[in-house]
């Protein structure tokens, strides 16, 4: 080997050695994610509307993918039908999801790995128990391949994990709901339910610990919320929402309990932009918003 390739090999070596850890640290995202047919049409498959908008993803420094979906009920042909399992192809053989409850709206979560990083489509086959129902009633006898389709074009990192478990909160005192905002436990004068299967969480309280400025006008019952030139807008006991004048909707609409506007809290915890992460300690449900 010629001096000048040993002298750029060692400097190499040298950088590597010198290069911080955190370069080479775990990726977490946010990735839009949709359910669609098998056909390559782009057209959503039927359990479309079990899925959680937002996946969780982590590309790790090795090029492989570790993702989260997380699914709610859904309503098919007057049948209310969960997404049982679910299955991604690699080759020809389909490996299963991990199943796991999960609190919140989207009550159920399912993970899987990938070889490579990033992929935009991952064909899969899932099981709905209103489809098996359907087809018979045997489980899996209404499989239906799909496409989970991943926008990564739209992704948001939101972590860089040095090590398994970093930045995950821990329970202070035996509240059963307890909701973290950057690292800091809110204490609510009116405690967050659980309704219908949603979490709902006080609303000001949140946003006024994420920043934002809130106000409440009494004549129309409606509550607006700014911060870093966002607004949004819901009012009591209506579904429809707007977002920066885009309308959206709620699964449960804003209700007051205890003189509080109580929200789903995926919608509070993400209206802006934040990261939501649940887990849970023994019987405490631990919500952490960063």
Known sequence: MKLSKQITALTLSLALLAAPAAAFADTAYQVPVQLHKADGSGKTSMAAAALDPT????????????????????????????????????????VEAVRAAHTGEYN???????????????????????????AGGTPGAGEQDAILHFDWAQAKAVQETAAPGAGKVQPIGQDPIQ???????????????????????????????????VQWDNATRTVTASKDGHTIQLTIDRTEVTVDGAKKTLDVPASIQN????????????????????SKTGDIALIAIQ
């Open 179 to 213: 909701v973290f905002v950057k690292g800091q436990k809110l204490n609510f004068d009116s405690q967050p339910v659980i309704q219908n299967g949603r979490t709902l969480v006080p609303l000001r309280a949140i946003f006024e610990a994420l920043g934002a400025d």
């Open 259 to 278: 003189s509080r506007t109580l929200v789903p809290l995926r919608f509070i915890g993400e209206a802006f932009g934040n990261q939501v992460d649940y």
């Open 108 to 134: 159920t979560a399912m993970s899987f790995s990938r070889d490579t990083a990033k992929e935009g489509e991952v064909k899969a086959a899932v099981w709905v128990d209103a489809m098996d129902q359907l």
């Open 55 to 94: 996946a969780e993803a982590t590309v790790k420094d090795n090029g492989t993918t570790d993702y989260t979906i997380f699914l709610r009920p859904i309503n098919l042909q007057g049948l209310t039908g969960n997404l049982t399992k679910l299955f991604v192809y690699k080759g020809s053989d389909k």
